[in-house]
């Protein structure tokens, strides 16, 4: 098998920019559109469940944690 040689991509600074951009606003939309889905699920309630699984895992993780260095 030879060498196989790759061509350069090269990009225009100013598409890059506007691709950069879009996926940004892309990114901005969907996060806007999770933050208004959530609040129709349950409001507060689906945070508060959100913010309990987390403070769940945190709790086993540092109980695993103690369980393995404190040896």
Known sequence: MG?????????DPVA?????NSDINE??????????DATKLGGIGFGTTVLKWLAS???IF???ETRKWGK
């Open 3 to 11: 060498r196989v040689d790759y061509l350069a991509m090269k990009t």
């Open 16 to 20: 890059a920019n506007e691709l950069m």
């Open 27 to 36: 990114l901005k939309i969907a996060a806007q559109r999770l933050i208004r």
């Open 57 to 59: 895992c945190a709790a």
């Open 62 to 64: 540092r109980d695993v």
